[in-house]
């Protein structure tokens, strides 16, 4: 439902239309309240029934995809500018989201964003993930490097900027196929 976000904010800048800005809406408040975990800010992965409630049988999620989260960071973030509503609401999740990839999936050493991993708990990649999962792929790269630079644009906290040069040096220097002007699909590190 991030990518519905994603096309009806495009629709309603391209629109104006009352009725693309209602749906925008609906579908934005619904996306942050059951797509978002309330208690640990990180994007919600697993299987929704239709009525978008987790299954009965419930247990904490093994790990989560930090991608997905700083993913739904920018695009709520754009949605509401797109809209013109007040942004505090949006940008406030927003930012535990980011804050959330930061904590747990960001390499502050070297740069990049893990694949996937722990909800909560061990914040250190190289001690909880097994060296096959030391994974970074191209696309959570590229929605790392958006969702830092608007939420350093949002709070002007250097903690983002921050964090934008070192994902950006990753990037540049790992990520980055020169030779084709491509991105490697995946890097893994030690």
């Known amino acids: 439902h991030l990518h519905v976000v994603e096309a009806l904010t495009t629709l309603f800048e391209a629109s104006g239309a009352a009725a693309h800005a209602r749906h925008l809406r609906a579908v934005l408040q619904l996306v942050l309240a059951r797509a978002v975990d309330p208690r640990h800010h990180h994007a919600i992965d697993e299987p929704l029934d239709r009525h978008w409630r987790r299954p009965r049988i419930r247990r904490a999620p093994r790990r989560v995809s930090y991608g997905h989260g700083v993913e739904l960071a920018w695009l709520a973030g ?12 949006v940008r406030a999740v927003a930012l535990r989201l980011v804050d959330h990839a930061l904590r747990y999936g960001f390499d502050a050493r070297r740069g990049g964003l893990a694949h996937w991993g722990p909800p909560v708990g061990q914040a250190r990649l190289a001690l909880y993930l097994p060296a096959a999962d030391r994974v970074k792929h191209w696309w959570e790269q590229a929605e790392h490097l958006v969702a830092t630079l608007d939420a350093y644009r949002w709070t002007g906290a250097g903690r983002y900027l921050a964090a934008f040069a070192r994902q950006f040096e990753w990037v540049w220097r790992h990520q980055m196929d020169h030779a084709a002007g491509e991105w490697f699909e995946a890097t893994a590190w030690r």
């Open 78 to 89: 754009r949605a509401v500018e797109a809209l013109g509503d007040p942004p505090e609401p």
